[in-house]
């Protein structure tokens, strides 16, 4: 992954959940750690296809995976340009 690109803050909140930074104050709450970890990549996951240069079956799963976990979070526009992203890796 681009070490230029720092992942999205993550923290756990006082109920035990793990919520991401996701845009400047706004946190979204998760359901599990690894979700959190997910959303946390998508910037550094987006940022490796700035550096691929040929279709890469590895990254357009790791996009379309960060896509699920968008919608599950009801970040639809998102999980679309991922999906998009996720298209264009196979080409």
């Known amino acids: 992954m681009s070490k230029s690109i720092k992942p999205f803050p993550l ?3 006082d ?3 793990w919520e991401v930074e996701m845009r ?6 998760c359901e599990t750690k690894e979700d959190a970890k997910i959303l946390s990549n998508a910037s550094k996951i987006r940022a490796q296809l700035d550096e691929t240069m040929c279709p890469n079956e590895t990254l357009a799963t790791k996009f ?3 896509a699920e976990k968008l ?3 009801k970040m639809c526009a998102d999980a679309r340009y ?8 196979r080409e």
Not at 24 to 29: I, S, T
Not at 82 to 89: L, T
């Open 11 to 13: 923290r756990q909140s």
């Open 15 to 17: 109920d035990g959940k």
């Open 24 to 29: 400047a104050g706004k946190w979204v709450k």
């Open 64 to 66: 379309e995976k960060t």
């Open 71 to 73: 919608e599950q979070y």
């Open 82 to 89: 991922f999906r998009a992203m996720a298209k264009s890796a």
